[in-house]
């Protein structure tokens, strides 16, 4: 299948068992926020209920067959995709309607308005369709659709000015613009209207926050279930404030006053990014590990890794109940190092995040002179990638210390993977353990088997998320937590279903 430029109405055949469609739009700073969704629809032309909808709140299908991979920014150009499996689509689905919705502004703001069927490898260019819009708020750009048992493409191009509640309405979805007070009987007549289809349920009632930009939203009861409270058993009322606000940390007190300022603020911005999934109040143990081979250097020396480790203290503050971080360093081996305490973050950022001290023409692994307490030598931990060995040890930990909570690794690294075979085995045979791993690339490098683990077959749950950024220093902290929290909570369902949990 070649690529095509598409006029609106065309339609063509698609070959590929799995594409992404990708919206594009030129990056303006007038211009409204732009994000792509899908709907799943029968036969019927409706969905079967709220969890056929994916966007930003509910990134990933039950199925695991469509998932909203996310934005992208490059050359002054925004990207937001939608992945489709369309051989994991279930038999009752037989339409994928491709939407987007602007919030902030209508789309006739919006230049460069495109949507692109892309090949899974998200580079293969199958299809193109430049779209043009006035005074909409919400977009159907393109559907794809079965047709005597082929699945086929169309160019659609049809505009709302109600936005994106409007649009789900039109499909069978009851949105309630303003959450029902839980204390309030309920409203007659609230309830969603049955459908015209007499075999199809009635849909559940889903709400949309008023805006991404502003403050979060409370938890939605269309969106992402949190785990089920044997997973995640509740803190004790009294310890804890409301769950979409930031938990204050024993410690914090003690750290600098501009630490504390950008702490809070990051842990106030991890809660939205929780509560967009509806994932507001979730605990999980957060592990961190660094990349610390030879290629990381330049990172290190320049203070980006110290900084993502205080931003990543922001997610343990908010998500861990003792606030705490267990760590590893690797290269060649790894290293585990000492937990980090949130009221001793300076101090543990001078000690241990560290790299280098080793030459490559010199032999010996004698301890390095004048290392202070609970320091690693670094000439131990060596200078190539050997990521499959830090995973396998975190695994040994976590079955080693079993929690009540789930376990959220954060690995960063700058590529360079070549041990593809070994870390699709550790990450496989993990499948079944309580821990979700999300990778961070640091830069244009090969990640090998981690850019491909979301479509690899075969596991009963997706226990993998993975995005780079060319610069993460330039990165927004809402962004980068939006990104790094993505699919995370859709795990904790997907797990929690499967008995992991």
Not at 40 to 46: H, K, N, S
Request: proline share 9%; net charge negative.
């Amino acid at each position: 299948m070649t690529a095509r430029s598409m006029s609106k109405g065309a339609n063509l055949p698609v070959d590929s068992p799995v594409v992404r469609a990708e919206l594009s739009w030129s990056e303006g700073a007038a211009g409204p926020d732009v994000d792509a969704s899908a709907l799943l629809l029968t036969a019927a032309g409706r969905v079967r209920d709220d969890g056929d909808f994916v966007f930003y709140n509910q990134p990933c299908h039950a199925s695991g067959a469509v998932t909203h991979l996310g934005k992208q920014r490059a050359d002054g150009v925004m990207t937001d995709t939608v992945q489709v499996d369309l051989g994991s689509l279930e038999s009752a689905v037989e339409r994928v309607v491709l939407c987007a919705s602007a919030d902030g502004g209508t789309f006739g703001q919006v230049a460069g308005l495109t949507l692109r069927l892309l090949g899974p490898d998200g580079r293969s260019e199958l299809a193109r369709f430049e779209m043009r819009a006035e005074t909409e708020t919400a977009f159907i750009g393109g559907e794809l659709y079965l047709r005597e048992g082929r699945w086929k493409f169309r160019a659609v191009g049809q505009g709302y000015a109600s936005g994106l509640a409007g649009l789900a309405t039109d499909f069978g979805i009851t949105v309630d613009e303003e959450p029902p007070d839980a204390t309030a009987p309920p409203t007659p007549g609230a309830a969603a209207p049955p459908s015209s289809d007499a075999s199809a349920p009635p849909s559940r009632a889903m709400d949309f926050p008023p805006s991404r930009t502003g403050a979060a939203p409370p938890p939605q009861p269309g969106a992402v279930p949190p785990a089920p409270p044997a997973a995640f058993p509740p803190p004790p009322p009294a310890a804890v404030p409301p769950p979409t606000g930031p938990r204050l940390i024993k410690g914090e007190e003690r750290l600098p006053v501009d630490m504390r300022k950008r702490l809070s603020l990051r842990k106030e911005q991890v809660a939205v990014s929780l509560s967009k999934r509806g994932a507001a109040g979730i605990r999980a143990r957060v592990v961190l590990v660094l990349d610390a081979s030879g290629s990381m250097a330049f990172l290190y020396s320049r203070g980006v890794v110290a900084d993502v480790v205080e931003r990543m203290a922001a997610v343990a503050a908010q998500l861990d109940d003792d606030g705490e971080m267990q760590a590893w360093t690797f290269a060649s081996n790894p290293a585990r190092l000492p937990d980090l305490r949130l009221g001793e973050l300076p101090e543990w950022l001078r000690l241990h995040v560290r790299v280098g001290e080793i030459s490559l023409f010199r032999r010996g692994k004698k301890p390095r002179k004048g290392l202070e307490s609970g320091q690693v030598d670094m000439r131990t931990v060596g200078i190539q990638n050997e990521e499959q060995k830090a995973i396998a040890e975190v695994r040994a930990f976590v079955r080693d210390h079993p929690a009540t909570a789930p376990t959220l690794v954060l690995f960063f690294s700058d590529g360079g993977v070549y041990r593809d075979a070994a870390i699709e085995q550790e990450l496989r045979a993990a499948v079944e353990e309580p821990i979700f791993w999300q990778f961070v690339g640091l830069g244009r490098s090969h990640y090998g088997v981690l850019e491909r683990f979301d479509t690899l077959p075969g596991r009963r749950v997706d226990n993998v998320g993975f995005f780079a950024v060319d610069d993460i220093s330039t990165l927004p902290d809402q962004e980068l937590y939006d990104r790094l929290l993505s699919e995370f909570p859709s795990w904790i369902t997907a797990a929690a279903g499967a008995g992991i949990l």
